[in-house]
């Protein structure tokens, strides 16, 4: 199992001085990527924009949304704006789509009603692939029509592999029958399990396979004492995705970090985004640091590796 190791800033207003201390300390201690949320109505900002701005400052750290919602926006933009900045980047974007949150003034940003943001996926994907594959898309669809529709530049491998999130049946299925690959978040090990179960059983279902290492999941840790209020942070969170679990299943302390991880690889996951639970620390480096020497040895070696 070849096991990759990222980072996820906590949703904090963005800052230069922060995001370029974050990115550098990722690149120096060999992490391997970096990953930004997406709220249209939250603090932490656009994650193209972000993205971006850490392609510029970096050369080897992979760069990925966790996730972005691809409903609500054309697909023909998307695919140009992806593939630019994978291009930009010399290949290190690694897409990973997915319905946004549940939330009434996300939904508003995106201008589209609630009931329609699966539906728009399901069109909208294949849509991306089409254009990045260099086609000259004709499609007339429920949402999107193309009468010879050519996008440039193409991505740098001339596609992607694209990953989706999301935990519900609904979810996995789509994945399995749609994507490459599966980013689940605040999950137990034992629902990491079975959400990459389901999203095998879907894929072959559809007459598909994904690789057994495109399965991952974004792990949030702690560092500080589990205050009431941040285990009740913590409980909404997985409650919301799974359902009831114990705050050291979902969100580990920094010193019981490996073992999770450990349990997670053990349930076929083994790419992972760690997210500091309490919003940036005071220095990234020390915090870095402290993060390597807990879990990045668990990381595969480069060596000799095609880098997934």
């Not at 285990?231 to 302390?253: F, L, N, S, T």
């Amino acid at each position: 199992m070849i096991v990759r190791i990222g980072f996820m800033p906590a949703a904090a207003t963005p800052d230069r001085d922060d995001l370029t201390a974050l990115v550098l300390g990722l690149e120096r201690e060999g992490f391997d990527s970096l990953w930004v949320s997406e709220r249209p109505t939250g603090p932490a900002g656009d994650p193209v924009v972000a993205l971006t701005f850490a392609a510029a400052l970096t050369s080897r750290i992979k760069l990925g949304p966790a996730v972005m919602a691809l409903p609500g926006r054309p697909p023909a933009l998307v695919a140009q704006e992806l593939a630019s900045l994978d291009r930009l980047s010399a290949g290190r974007l690694l897409p990973a789509f997915g319905l946004g949150v549940r939330h009434a003034g996300d939904q508003q940003a995106y201008g589209i009603r609630r009931e329609d943001r699966a539906p728009m996926l399901d069109e909208a994907l294949p849509l991306l692939r089409r254009f990045w594959a260099g086609e000259e898309v004709v499609h007339h669809g429920r949402y999107y029509a193309y009468d010879g529709v050519r996008i440039n530049p193409r991505p740098s491998k001339g596609g992607f592999d694209v990953w989706l999130g999301g935990a519900s049946d609904a979810e996995l299925r789509r994945t399995g029958r749609l994507s490459d690959g599966w980013l689940a978040s605040f999950t137990t090990p034992a629902e990491g399990e079975r959400g990459r179960l389901a999203v095998q059983r879907a894929a072959a279902e559809a007459g598909r396979e994904i690789e057994e290492e495109h399965f991952g999941a974004v792990v949030p840790y702690r560092t500080g004492p589990l205050t009431p209020e941040l285990e009740k942070r913590i409980m909404g969170a997985a409650r919301r995705v799974h359902g009831p679990a114990a705050p050291d299943d979902v969100a580990p302390p920094l010193d019981a970090l490996e073992a999770h991880l450990k349990r997670l690889v053990e349930a076929g996951l083994s790419k992972f985004v760690l997210i500091p639970l309490g919003g940036p620390p005071a220095d990234w480096d020390a915090e870095l640091a402290e993060v390597r020497d807990a879990v990045l040895h668990l990381q595969t070696s480069t060596r000799g590796v095609s880098r997934p």
